[in-house]
């Protein structure tokens, strides 16, 4: 069975400001046996500070990969969470740190995986964590809930360490340290499990989609497909059950339903107007054939 790979995982510190962030958060990669380091538009890199910090982990910062923005930094990456420490106007998939060390372990078998940490004093922009599949919250004492960028990134590297460690065997001398810690009081999501998309409804601003909504929505989308020409329902394959795999994975509310189905609407809509608008085929042949005769 093909393990978890830690060269599949790369922390991107976004628009650090100060150097020495830079190369603390080096040694903590470090620490957790995490070798690749990616900056988006540093102020200020490469530094005499940054090499300073990073005490013993120069070799991290020999191999940084500078990006002038974040959508160029996570492009090859296959799962990209984002580190948020606080709540915005639009809900979005939420992990604490143990949650996000197991999503982390499990798809770096296979996918190169991206933990982004903003800038010291915005974090990330709403922009940039529309990047991101899932966002990770870490709880902290809300009296004092701010943590120093290297800190915070040595919380979210030591739970992907220990998931990884023991998905490939080797965590049995750290995971009785790791399953004594509660973060229950905090997450918003079950403890000890892998994201799942039914606990929104602690938190989520709308409601999920009911059945008879997707059922709408299905056969909306099929007779749209249908009308583009793009599916053929006498051949139809796996193709709506494939769509029907898509959505029911990420269990769609119902708000991002009606948005789906005004997009469908509107597409319709030219696909329409646009083969009203094609010549009549048979009767250009027919015509053409009695000029020819």
């Not at 494939?242 to 509310?253: A, E, K, N, S, V």
């Not at 809509?269 to 048979?282: G, I, L, Y």
Request: charged share 25%; with cysteine; proline share 7%.
């Amino acid at each position: 069975m093909k393990q978890p790979d830690f060269s599949n995982i790369n922390v991107i510190l976004v628009n650090t400001s100060h150097p020495g962030n830079i190369g603390a958060a080096a040694r903590a990669l470090k620490n957790m046996g995490i070798p690749n380091l990616r900056l988006v538009d540093p102020e200020e890199f490469p530094s005499d500070v940054a090499r300073w910090r990073s005490a013993s982990a120069t070799d991290i910062l020999d191999r940084v990969k500078v990006f002038p923005d974040l959508e160029s930094a996570v492009a090859d990456c296959g799962l990209v969470i984002g580190a948020s420490a606080r709540s915005r106007r639009m809900p979005w998939p939420m992990l604490n740190p143990r949650q996000c060390g197991q999503q982390v372990a499990l798809d770096a078998v296979d996918n190169k995986v991206a933990l982004v940490f903003g800038r010291e004093d915005k974090g990330l922009t709403n922009e940039e964590l529309q990047l991101c599949h899932y966002r990770v919250q870490i709880p902290a004492d809300p009296v004092y809930s701010s943590l120093n960028l290297a800190a915070a990134v040595m919380v979210v590297c030591y739970e992907a360490r220990v998931a990884m460690l023991e998905a490939r065997g080797e965590g049995e001398s750290v995971s009785a340290a790791a399953a004594s810690a509660d973060y229950s009081a905090a997450a918003p999501v079950p403890v000890d499990t892998v994201y799942d998309p039914a606990s929104e409804d602690e938190y989520w601003d709308v409601p999920k989609a009911d059945g008879r909504q997707l059922e709408l929505f299905y056969e909306h989308l099929e007779q749209v497909l249908v009308d583009m020409d793009f599916h053929d329902p006498d051949n139809p394959r796996l193709l709506m059950p494939r769509m029907r795999r898509l959505f029911g994975r990420i269990r769609p509310d119902s708000m991002e339903i009606n948005i789906l189905r005004g997009v469908l609407t509107y597409v319709d809509d030219h696909v329409k107007r646009a083969n009203a608008n094609k010549p009549d085929t048979a009767t250009s042949d027919s015509t053409d054939k009695h000029a020819d005769e």
